[in-house]
């Protein structure tokens, strides 16, 4: 490696300006696709999968414990392999896009029938053998095709740019614009129409308003994603050389800043606990009047979320993203738990003005650190497999961010389970009308949503504290990237030349 001395001089120099200034790789139509694309992913109705699976589909669910052990290790099986596979492409297309842009349509149709199973098999007991082959058959069938799209679309997000700066300025932009586009537009809508329809105001079935949403939402946000895809394009370079999936887990171990950011989110995923919405509809039982409530507090604070922004820039410029990495963590704790005292004291969380009135306090402090939050955990692990291509000489998005998730995933199937089995344990009673719940069911579902989640993946902020890239260091690898990938280009169209003149 060069001296450090050297680098910074030549940096100051203007040398390795493309990287550092102001050179941008991404034009204005991938940029507003890159926006339509962050918008889309949560374009949805998933706040409410739970209710949809636990009162309208109803799945038991001690039965969805047990077996969802069974897909859970089958899942961790087969990201193995895909991983390795999608590693080991190339074609003109580039490394990710030919996943992406062959299986988004197919896939999306397909999964459209997942909002048909109340219909498949309507008054049906949660017990039911037929319906519950269709409904772990039908996951793990679309688990395994879009692991595909999900790996693909996870590594492709760090290769379309191999400018850091114009990373973090795209992260940005997109986290900044999309909250006015109208992503949480349909979790208001649902919203208001399940409470209609749970309150006995309107005369249609729940699976209705779910088949409606859930359909429309998921092709809207399938074909942004899908236009994402096919006009953007992948920009960092690959090895002609294919690593082997050894060298992707070794990886973890060799990769010092993937070995934090993988024990940070396997001590912080021991945390347990539910659904915040899910207490306001339970405990306080009009869901249309909270969701009223809550959009006019997001309302407010919302501006201040986009204020925030601003401060990233100056905030990285000032701090090291270790720091700001562990101050969020610590800050956003001490906000869950103002919200948890506030509801246990005189057993306030039962009372809406109270409880609104400190949630929205939560939101609004919440929202001073919001943007520089968002951006930082997005750009933090494009900035780890920037420092194993720096280390390795080679990059392995799939392989290594599969094997990151391997423990998680393996984490999640027993959490799943043991989400189901606490239901059955605090009273839940599926299918039960919206606010009647037994008062031990509602006591409990405040405390698994306020505090059960902090207390439990507390030990996550431990492994942020030894992240290792420091300015200084940051600057030397980027400098360094940009040489090697400018050779290895050049050597490429070398090689070309000589095939093809005699």
């Known amino acids: 490696m060069a001296d450090n001395n050297q680098i910074m001089q030549k940096q100051d120099a203007g040398v390795n300006s493309n990287i550092f200034r102001s050179y941008n790789y991404v034009g204005t139509k991938e940029t507003v696709a890159y926006l339509f694309n962050d918008w889309s992913n949560t374009f949805n109705i998933n706040g409410y999968s739970g209710r949809f699976i636990w009162d309208v589909v109803k799945i038991d669910f001690g039965i969805s414990a047990i077996v969802g052990l069974f897909t859970g290790v089958w899942d961790v099986i087969n990201d193995i392999f895909i991983s390795a596979f999608v590693d080991n492409s190339r074609s003109r297309l580039g490394k990710f896009r030919p996943y992406l842009v062959l299986l988004q ?19 049906t007991a949660g017990t039911y053998i037929p319906k519950l082959i269709f409904h772990f058959a039908f996951g793990v069938i679309m688990e395994t095709a879009g692991t595909f799209t999900g790996i693909a679309k996870a590594g492709y997000m760090s290769t379309i740019t191999p400018n850091p700066n114009e990373r973090v300025r795209l992260i940005t932009l997109a986290e900044l614009l999309t909250g006015y586009m109208g992503e949480d537009m349909p979790g208001y809508i649902f919203g208001f129409l399940y409470d209609m329809v749970a309150t006995g105001r309107w005369k249609i079935q729940l699976r209705s308003i779910f088949v409606g949403m859930g359909v429309g939402c998921s092709l809207i946000s399938s074909a942004f994603t899908f ?17 082997n999936i050894k060298e992707g887990f070794m990886a973890i171990i060799k990769n010092y800043p993937v070995l934090l950011m993988s024990l940070s989110d396997f001590l912080g995923n021991f945390a347990m606990g539910m659904g915040e919405k899910d207490y306001w509809i339970d405990v306080h039982g009009s869901n249309t009047m909270i969701n009223t409530v809550l959009a006019l507090v997001s309302g407010i604070s919302g501006p201040v979320g986009s204020i925030s922004y601003a401060f990233v820039a100056p905030l990285r410029k000032r701090f090291s993203s270790k720091f700001l990495w562990v101050g969020a963590d610590m800050y956003g704790d001490m906000l869950c738990l103002m919200f948890f005292l506030t509801g246990f004291i005189n057993n306030n969380y039962k009372k809406l003005k109270p409880m609104l009135i400190v949630y929205g306090i939560r939101e609004f402090l919440w929202k001073l650190l919001f943007g520089v939050n968002k951006v930082i955990n997005a750009d933090l692990w494009n900035e780890a497999m920037d420092y194993c291509e720096w280390k390795s000489g080679y990059r392995m998005e799939a392989t290594t961010g599969v094997a990151k998730s391997l423990v998680l995933k393996l984490q999640g199937v027993v959490k799943g389970s043991i989400s189901n089995i606490i239901m059955k344990n605090i009273g ?18 405040f405390i698994l949503c306020s505090i059960m989640p902090t207390i439990t993946g507390a030990l996550g902020i431990l492994p942020k504290m030894l992240w290792p890239i420091t300015k200084k260091k940051r600057a030397q690898m980027y400098y360094e990237l940009s040489e090697r990938r400018s050779k290895m280009v050049t050597d490429y169209v070398d090689s070309i030349g000589e095939n093809v003149n005699p």
């Open 428 to 445: 839940y009673v599926q299918g039960k009308k919206i606010g009647t719940q037994t008062e031990k069911t509602k006591r409990w579902e």
């Open 227 to 243: 236009w994402f895809f096919v006009v953007t394009k992948e920009r960092v370079p690959q090895t002609l050389e294919r690593p």
């Open 105 to 123: 349509i197919p896939l999306s149709l397909i999964g459209l029938l997942y909002w048909f199973e109340p219909y498949f098999f309507a008054n």
